[in-house]
């Protein structure tokens, strides 16, 4: 019974957001489009609404761990749902991704991605592709921001392992930023398809940063090797074991 009902909440909670988003996209539009600071306001808002949301509904609360960054850095990122984005965004003081290019001609997400100075990434075209967002990024960069990055390219399953990318270390490179790993557990309990969301303690952690100067290999193994481990840790402190659906 318990499993009926909570899958009925999901469903009413994913309806709400996602129509809470067309409200409030639409609200913000004419400020957002003549200021970048009005399309920041309405994501910002629309990101603790959601956590709210997302507590009183479903029962999913969520934390924030570590120091927040508040200057110029990588974030590299563990990705598991739309969640772990949410509580990113809402933390850091102005946050711009990588994303895939697909989702600038998403209603509503496009057009405020493109005024927070988010990053579109043609995923197909792979060398081509991250030689295009380094340029890409360097533009960007004449406004200060924290650059978000997903490692892996895409959410990947409490669980799973998928291999990290070089694009994260080329943009450490070019950049001459610091880099702040970040894991999560936020798949646990919003997973990347499908409507159920189970209550429970949603956790991202800022991990110590790696400053710049460290070699492409050696960056990307640490990288890895600190997301990966603090997330399984933060898995199993939820009492999911990632280590048992391998």
Request: glycine residues 10%; proline residues 7%.
């Amino acid at each position: 019974m318990f499993m009926a009902i909570q899958w009925v909440r999901s469903l009413i909670f994913m309806i709400t957001i996602y129509a809470w988003m067309l409200v409030l996209g639409l609200v913000f539009a004419p400020y957002a489009l003549f200021a970048k600071r009005g399309a920041l306001r309405a994501c910002k808002t629309y990101a603790r609404t959601t956590k709210w949301l997302a507590r009183w509904m479903v029962g999913i609360r969520c934390e924030v761990r570590g120091e927040v960054p508040h200057g110029e850095v990588v974030i590299g990122a563990k990705h598991q749902s739309f969640l772990d984005i949410i509580i990113i965004f809402d933390a850091i003081p102005h946050g711009k991704f990588i994303m895939k290019r697909e989702l600038l001609w998403t209603p509503v997400i496009g057009m405020y991605a493109r005024r927070l100075g988010c990053i579109p990434v043609n995923r197909g075209k792979r060398g081509a592709a991250v030689a295009k967002m380094v340029k890409d990024v360097a533009r960007e960069f004449s406004e200060p921001g924290q650059l978000v990055i997903y490692p892996q390219g895409t959410r990947v399953a409490p669980g799973v392992h998928k291999p990290y990318k070089v694009g994260t270390a080329v943009l450490y490179e070019g950049l001459g930023f610091p880099c702040v790993p970040v894991a999560t557990n936020a798949g646990v309990f919003w997973p990347r398809t499908g409507v159920m969301r189970k209550p429970g303690t949603a956790i991202v952690d800022f991990l110590n940063p790696i400053e710049p100067g460290v070699a492409r290999n050696a960056f990307l193994e640490q990288l890895e090797n600190v997301i990966e481990t603090r997330s399984n840790e933060l898995m199993r402190e939820v009492g999911f074991d990632p280590d048992g659906i391998r």
